[in-house]
């Protein structure tokens, strides 16, 4: 079946512009998660749904960023008036559910969007 | 807060030769997971654990849980030169809400 999609794959964009990244999730999965992976460096957890809502937005890193899920499918992750230090690799992740029962709550990773900013 | 680390940083072995990848968490979880990314590439799930003592083993790869003690171990056995990659823990934070903190990452180097 299909697994996590991104878009775009590259995304190039001058500072001071706003940039709209995709995420499609694995069809069914509940939870969405966005992390930033700079160059060398770990994940940076960013946000997470729980369908539609976001229960913690702890890990933007300024208030440029949002980050928006419709219809429990679907994210996009907007990033305003760009500037250099955004630039990464933006991953995003899926799984079934979120919880503490007997479940694994694997996430599953999309392929990622770089993100450059000039 | 919740802090994922993973030692070595970097490491650099010869085929055939055995090694652990360490990852220690500050806070209670009982839930650990293991992540590969090959250059370029996204993240893969190598290994979900679930519980105290849980071990899982695939191929020349095994992880195991210690909960009591926070530590999670990845070993390697008769390292190949496909095993190169970084590797990765995360831990559920199961501190109320359910975002995954990651480990700093292991780049793994296996020379032929």
């Known amino acids: 079946g299909a697994g996590v999609s991104q878009s775009p794959s590259n995304k190039v964009t001058e500072k001071g512009k706003d940039v709209e990244l995709r995420c499609d999730p694995i069809?069914?999965?509940?939870?969405l998660y966005w992390y930033r992976q700079s160059l060398g460096q770990g994940l940076e957890f960013l946000i997470y749904?729980?369908?539609?809502?976001?229960?913690?937005k702890s890990g933007l890193p300024s208030d440029r960023f949002s980050a928006e899920r419709t219809g429990g499918s679907v994210s996009t992750l907007t990033i305003q008036r760009t500037q250099q230090e955004d630039s990464a690799v933006y991953l995003c992740?899926?799984?079934?559910?979120?919880?503490?029962?007997?479940?694994?709550?694997?996430?599953?990773f999309g392929p990622g969007t770089r993100l450059t900013v000039t | 807060e919740l802090k994922v680390e993973q030692n070595p940083l970097f490491l650099s072995m010869q085929e055939g030769k055995n090694y652990t990848i360490y990852c220690n968490y500050s806070t209670t979880s009982d839930r650990l997971y293991w992540y590969r990314q090959d250059p370029g590439k996204s993240l893969e799930s190598l290994f979900v654990l679930l519980s105290n003592g849980a071990v899982k083993q695939e191929g020349r790869l095994m992880a195991s849980l210690d909960t009591k003690a926070r530590l999670s171990t990845l070993h390697i056995t008769a390292a190949v030169h496909d095993l190169s990659a970084t590797y990765f823990c995360a831990v559920d934070s199961s501190l109320g809400t359910y975002k995954y903190i990651f480990g700093t990452g292991t780049r793994l180097k296996v020379l032929a």
């Open positions: 069809s069914g999965h509940t939870a």
């Open positions: 992740a899926s799984s079934p559910a979120v919880g503490r029962g007997l479940g694994s709550y694997e996430q599953y």
């Open positions: 749904f729980q369908g539609n809502s976001a229960p913690d």
